[in-house]
Every structure is written in C-alpha cells, then in structure tokens.
C-alpha cells in the first residue's frame, strides 16, 4: 500500500524519483486516512484487510497530501539536497545568533550541525517522535500556516485598524494601574 503511494510518486516526479525519507512523510497521512475506515489503533491495523475500495481511498487521499506536502519542499528531494542544506545553514544561524555559547560549544567540539540535522529536515521530525505526536505536530504547525495564509484582518483598511488601535488604547488606559494577578 505505502509501496504503491511511492511508485506512482516516484514515476510521478522523474527529477527526484525515490528518496529515502519520503516513506517517513507519508506515514503521518496514510495514519490520519487509515484512522477514518476502523475503530483500533492504526499502527496495529492491516491495511490488507480492507475492502479495495477503502484501501484504495486511504492512498489516494495520502498520495495527494504527500504531492502537495513535498510540492513545497522539492528542492529536500533532488541531487544533493540544496532545500536540505539551506534549512540547516538557517538552523546554523539561527542557533548562533540565539545561543552563541552552544553554537560555540558545538563548533569546539567538531560537531557540525548536518550530523544531526540532516534527519530532522529530510523526515521532518518523524523519525525523531512518535507517530501519534508527529500527526499532532504537523497539524498544528499546518493550522497556523493557513491561519497565517488567510488572516481575518486581510481585508482591513486604515479605517479598520485605527479602530483595534483605538480600542486597544482605551484598554490599556482604563486597566493601567490595575492590579496585576500574574506576577
């Protein structure tokens, strides 16, 4: 079934073809799909036990997550992996500039940060967690990217936002001397 998924993705996509890695992305959604057609645990389920017609919704609706999943990350899939050594050169940075003692630590020690990130950004983590969790993730950090994506003030003007600024004011003037509870 998840050999299937990957076939038509690898004929699908000539340019990277397979690559290791790949199998770990799909699992979340095959989970996710698999999870609507039975009652137990997915990572305990045969697949070859359902009836063709749901077995054969399961990888479509994972193949079609997976295209879309890996159309924004193709460049992790190709001849030497530039998406993959950008994602980690940015890690790099981010980590020297947030904590310059470990990325100095780190770098005393020889240890260079593709040993032991190259993993997290090729599997996204899914080796590195349960599926369970890896599921929880995704969707969160999906839920946010469309939220991002489709903002409810989109749409607003100068008027709009002079209003949430003048309100916010109001509140901050009103509660200022309150007595604070959180500290």
């Not at 709009?160 to 003048?166: D, T």
């Amino acid at each position: 079934s998840l050999e299937r998924i990957l076939y038509v993705w690898a004929i699908r996509h000539p340019a990277s073809g397979y690559v290791q890695g790949i199998n770990d992305l799909v699992t979340p959604f095959y989970e996710v799909f698999l999870s609507a057609y039975i009652d137990g645990d997915p990572e305990e389920f045969d697949p070859a036990t359902l009836p063709p017609h749901m077995l054969s919704a399961v990888e479509a609706d994972s193949f079609w997550c997976l295209s879309r999943l890996l159309d924004g990350i193709q460049e992790n899939y190709i001849q030497h992996q530039p998406g993959i050594q950008k994602s980690v050169k940015r890690m790099r940075d981010l980590v020297g500039r947030i904590d310059p003692a470990l990325a100095a630590h780190l770098d005393s020690e020889g240890v260079e940060f593709m040993q032991f990130a190259f993993r997290w950004m090729n599997c996204l983590l899914m080796r590195e967690i349960s599926v369970k969790n890896t599921i929880r993730m995704w969707d969160t950090y999906l839920g946010i990217i469309m939220f991002l994506q489709s903002l409810p003030t989109e749409g607003w003007g100068d008027e709009e936002i002079e209003m949430l600024l003048s309100q916010a004011f109001v509140l901050s003037s009103t509660w200022a001397n309150a007595q604070n509870h959180f500290s």
